[in-house]
């Protein structure tokens, strides 16, 4: 693990009432691996983070899947005060319900045209999320050329759909615009008079929330939960899912002492 500035970690384990950490669900909670549907938490996350609710100001996972998958995937229904942003926080659970918007009308026209634009590429994956769809590649043969492919045709269909592409690890998503793990973030921090924050993710769509952090103007930490796959920015890099198990149980225990 290498840390670069302490000061942010310092403020949430001096007053943890006040602190909110934000969570990214895939590659920061649960390994990636080949098939979306398979992804499920490490381990050691729900009891670590039942016992982060139990101590700091709020536990919140701001994630691209839909809230009600992170929530099964990640075990997460028992954990204290937990909040889920779903679909870059187009959608909120806690304590067991569900608030979303109704879903945007150009996903009806994505749902109908991108599986056949991505077909003549053997092993793409089409992910129907209901407030979103996502084109992933990881599977095929090549998986950054056939994202290089896909790039332009989907974006146009995207557009043309209202949509806005989020692109991701080896996915390309699209999502109805407006509202960003940043936007979710920031909002949330407000909500919760936050004095401290900490955000982990792994990808492309974590970089608002970085930003948002930064931006906040709390004692703040970013933590990225690295990878062979890209190089980000952060306070604090540890190693994968694993990796961010560690640092968020010692925090727990620093904080529990
Ligand atoms: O915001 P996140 O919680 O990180 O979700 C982002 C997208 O993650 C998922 O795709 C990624 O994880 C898969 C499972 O490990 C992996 O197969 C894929 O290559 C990754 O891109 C998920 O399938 C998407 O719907 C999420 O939006």
Do not use: C
Not at 11 to 21: E, K
Not at 90 to 115: D, F, I, M, S
Not at 146 to 174: I, Y
């Amino acid at each position: 693990m290498t840390v670069n500035t302490p000061d942010g970690l310092r403020a949430i384990l001096d007053d943890p009432a006040g602190a909110v950490i934000g969570l990214d669900f895939d590659g920061t909670l649960s390994p990636i691996v080949p098939d979306p549907d398979s992804a499920r938490i490490h381990p050691d996350g729900p009891a670590v983070l039942a016992r982060l609710g139990e101590l700091v100001g709020a536990v919140a996972i701001v994630t691209g899947r839909p809230a009600a998958t992170a929530v099964e995937y990640g075990s997460l229904a028992r954990v204290p005060g937990l909040v889920v942003l779903g679909h870059y926080g187009l959608e909120r659970w806690e304590a067991g319900r569900l608030t979303a918007p109704p879903v945007h009308p150009g996903l009806a026209r994505v749902r109908a045209e991108l599986p056949p634009l991505i077909s003549r590429f053997d092993g793409t994956r089409f992910e129907d999320k209901e407030r979103s769809v996502a084109v992933h590649t990881r599977q095929t043969a090549d998986p950054q050329a056939v994202l290089e492919a896909l790039r332009e045709p989907v974006a146009k269909l995207a557009a043309e759909a209202g949509l806005t592409v989020e692109p991701g690890k080896f996915v390309l998503e699209l999502r109805p615009p407006g509202v960003d793990k940043g936007v979710a973030l920031s909002a949330f921090l407000e909500e919760r008079s936050a004095r401290s924050v900490l955000f982990a993710g792994d990808d492309l769509g974590d970089l608002p929330a970085f930003a948002a952090v930064r931006a906040s103007g709390l004692p703040g930490v970013t933590v990225f939960s690295g990878s062979a796959e890209i190089a980000v920015e952060a306070d604090i890099v540890v190693d994968g899912p694993s990796g961010v198990m560690k640092l968020l149980g010692s925090i727990a225990d620093a904080i529990g002492r």
